[in-house]
């Protein structure tokens, strides 16, 4: 008897969708009263975006939103996961609203609404108002305040409608690519405006989910990390602990608070031990009981893992990074492991408590384009999906309760310090034309969302 192929059958339940972000797709930077953020000023600066572009046009999406939903429609997908851009709807990050950037998120939910889409809103995913930058940005304790303000806003007037809030995309990414090693916006490399920015990101976090709670009811409130599983290259002891600081860094220092464990007394001896930094008093009394505000669900993004060695650390910081160097790689020189998601959601749902997880992004970046017919056929995205799919049934089988997935991203886009030449879309864009075309992997995407089962 030849054995039945497994079928990788998900309940109705799950939800699928695609994500995107506001800087990388929207465009239209300086109209209806936008106020600069800390990303167009990035772009300015010389050598920071390797193109050489800007979020200026980007997908053009602020104007061609509903063709945009309407693509999102045909995929057929439950949810939809974007953000919103606090310089649109508070140009100077606090006190003034421009009624005309909430105006437009509130045409986007109801677009979403009317095609029976759920709206799910990140609502900080690093476009930060130049203005508040301007006073010290996630550094200041002040942004902190801004941003409970700036939540109140957007919650009061999509509250009635948004299906799931996710406070912060990747504060790792915030915090260390864009104020320890100076690759992301605001292009700091300060050790303790990294440590500063993490703790006030997260701080603003936990303040952000009693008020959101307060405005919304019951919906699903989290926030979103991009987690990295990660092995020694070797046996060697310096390379296990080599692995146990990455993994302090990257994964608990962002983990451990949410759940009430404070930072990792680990991180925390090694920070002193190195006068990493001399000044903490920006942790005040009770924050780390802030922090740790329950949470409805724990998003994760997930693209490949770390390899790590002793003797790789990064320029500014001594910290170790990855090394790849083994299996297929993206555009972006990441190893294809489909096998982490499964090490990663098993070990999350291990050592924390989190009742639900979703993956709030997963995909992988191909430049593949048209072919003489016009066909895009991105067959390595297409495996890429499902073979970390794969791995997230298996994890779901194991007990982890992963209630949903997004697939990153909705379409090419502005992939930040790279420009646009990483393509993530499942829907590819020509840039010259805006014309959109659906992929290969965007039809068998369709497929999947449709049957619920892995194609
Ligand atoms: O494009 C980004 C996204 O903004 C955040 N997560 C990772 C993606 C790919 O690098």
Not at 127 to 153: K, M
Not at 371 to 377: F, L, Y
């Amino acid at each position: 008897m030849t054995p039945k192929t497994p079928s990788y059958l998900f309940p109705k339940s799950f939800t699928w969708g695609v994500a995107t972000s506001s800087f990388q797709i929207e465009g239209a930077t300086q109209e209806d009263g936008r106020g600069p953020s800390i990303w167009d000023t990035f772009c300015q600066q010389e050598n920071t975006i390797v193109d050489h572009s800007n979020g200026d046009l980007a997908c053009d999406h602020y104007h061609r939103w509903q063709e945009d939903l309407d693509l999102i429609k045909s995929l057929n997908v439950d949810a939809y996961r974007f953000s919103i851009a606090w310089p649109r709807v508070m140009p100077q990050g606090g006190g003034e609203i421009e009624q005309r950037g909430l105006d437009f998120y509130d045409r986007l939910v109801d677009g979403l609404l009317e095609r029976n889409i759920d709206p799910w809103v990140t609502l900080y995913h690093w476009d930060l108002p130049q203005a508040l930058q301007d006073r010290g940005g996630w550094v200041s304790r002040e942004t902190v305040d801004h941003f409970i303000e700036y939540t109140r806003v957007v919650c009061e007037r999509l509250g009635d409608r948004v299906a799931g809030w996710i406070t912060h995309n990747e504060p790792w990414c915030a915090s260390v690519l864009g104020h320890l090693n100076g690759d992301h916006a605001p292009g700091l490399k300060d050790h303790y405006a990294h440590l500063a920015s993490s703790h006030h990101l997260l701080l603003s976090h936990g303040l952000a989910v009693p008020v959101i709670r307060e405005i919304v009811g019951d919906k699903p409130i989290g926030i979103t990390l991009n987690l990295v599983p990660s092995v020694p290259a070797s046996p060697s002891e310096a390379d296990a602990e080599a692995n146990e600081r990455f993994d302090g860094f990257f994964n608990r220092w962002y983990l451990d608070p949410l759940v009430g464990r404070g930072y990792p007394e680990d991180m925390l001896k090694r920070y002193r031990e190195e006068n990493y930094i001399d000044d903490w008093s920006f942790i005040h009394e009770g924050d780390l009981e802030a922090i740790a505000e329950p949470i409805d669900f724990l998003g994760i993004n997930y693209y490949s893992r770390g390899i790590i060695r002793s003797d790789k650390v990064t320029e500014t910081d001594n910290e170790p990074i990855e090394v790849i160097a083994i299996g297929e790689h993206t555009d972006m020189g990441w190893e294809v492991y489909p096998q982490g998601i499964y090490d990663l959601l098993t070990r999350v749902n291990a050592d924390y408590p989190f009742t639900s997880i979703y993956i709030t992004e997963n995909g992988a970046a191909y430049a593949t384009g048209p072919d003489e017919d016009g066909q895009i056929k991105d067959h390595r995205r297409e495996s890429y999906l499902r073979e970390h799919l794969i791995a997230c049934h298996k994890a779901r089988t194991a007990g982890v309760p992963l209630d949903g997935y997004f697939a990153w991203s909705l379409m090419d886009n502005f992939e930040w310090a790279f420009g646009y030449g990483k393509r993530f879309g499942l829907v590819y864009v020509d840039y010259e034309t805006q014309k959109r075309t659906l992929k290969q992997s965007a039809q068998w995407y369709r497929e999947l969302v449709t049957s619920r089962v892995i194609p």
